[in-house]
């Protein structure tokens, strides 16, 4: 399987690994049974997060896409984060092999449910409207549907 200059950076050297303390939203993706976890923390000041950092127990790939989609939604606001496509992740790592694509995945669903996580702390919006914003997908993995 070859990887892109890219991933092999994002892995070797991986950015915002950690957890936040007291974090505005958490999302955690993935299913133990196929090995890939993904977890988002995030730190909302006035609709722009300020800070973001992750866990992965998983492959290279996912260690790399949880890598580069920190970067990319850093200073951003929330719907622009939101706007954050798995294709995007892909691009920004120069692509990934069609086996690891599942993993760009992952990084898009857990920037979703750590943003949901923080709308649900606020409790200004009903479960509803923030399925609806978040674009929130049933609880599954990515790679093998469960």
């Known amino acids: 399987m070859q990887y892109s200059r890219k991933v092999v950076e994002h892995y070797t050297n991986p950015r915002n690994v950690g957890k936040i303390e007291n974090a505005s939203g958490v999302g955690e993706v993935g299913n133990p049974v196929c090995g890939d976890i993904m977890k988002m923390f995030i730190k909302v000041e006035n609709n722009v997060i300020v800070d973001v950092k992750f866990k992965t127990f998983g492959c ?10 920190t970067e990319m939604i850093k200073g951003k606001t929330l719907e622009e984060a939101l706007e ?27 920037i979703h449910e750590a943003i949901a996580d923080y709308y649900r702390k606020e409790g200004k919006l009903t479960e509803e409207e923030i399925k609806k914003k978040c674009k929130l997908k049933k609880p599954h993995c990515a790679h093998c549907g469960e």
Do not use: M, Q, R
Not at 85 to 107: M, R, T, Y
């Open 60 to 69: 290279g790939a996912a260690i790399a896409t949880s890598s580069i989609s």
């Open 84 to 110: 954050l496509k798995n294709v995007d992740v892909v691009n920004a790592l120069e692509g990934l092999p069609p086996v690891k694509l599942h993993c760009s995945v992952l990084a898009e669903e857990a």
